[in-house]
């Protein structure tokens, strides 16, 4: 199983950035994905979580209106757009695949977000 995370960089305070995370070797249909952050020194935090069909959707209250998670079951990848950046933002940012059954859990390795100007 491989989740591959991609899309991060620099941006300035006030833009936008949208994340992607391929999965391989799962049947992605059949997981809930979500999104986790680290920032330097803190512990991994919530971001967003999808069901596996992609009618159920939940954020974190530090997200909420600014960022949108969706998914594509056929392209296998679900996608983290973010609106609105902040420095408080700044993290490696996860993709987290969580079996609808609850028998397996993956992680990606992760993409840098840094917000600056």
């Known amino acids: 199983v491989q989740l591959v995370e991609s899309g991060g960089g620099l941006v300035q305070p006030g833009g936008s950035l949208r994340l992607s995370c391929a999965a391989s070797?799962?049947?992605?249909?059949?997981?809930?994905m979500s999104w986790f952050r680290q920032a330097p020194g803190k512990e991994r935090e919530y971001v967003a979580r999808?069901?596996?069909?992609?009618?159920?959707?939940n954020y974190a209250d530090s997200v909420k209106g600014r960022f949108v998670i969706s998914r594509d079951n056929v392209k296998n990848t679900v996608y983290l757009q973010m609106n609105s950046l902040k420095p408080e933002d700044t993290a490696v940012y996860y993709c987290?695949?969580?079996?609808?059954?609850?028998?397996?859990?993956?992680w990606g390795q992760g993409t840098q977000v840094t917000v600056s100007s």
């Open positions: 987290k695949a969580d079996h609808f059954a609850a028998t397996n859990t993956y």
């Open positions: 070797g799962l049947t992605f249909s059949s997981y809930f």
């Open positions: 999808i069901s596996s069909g992609g009618n159920r959707i």
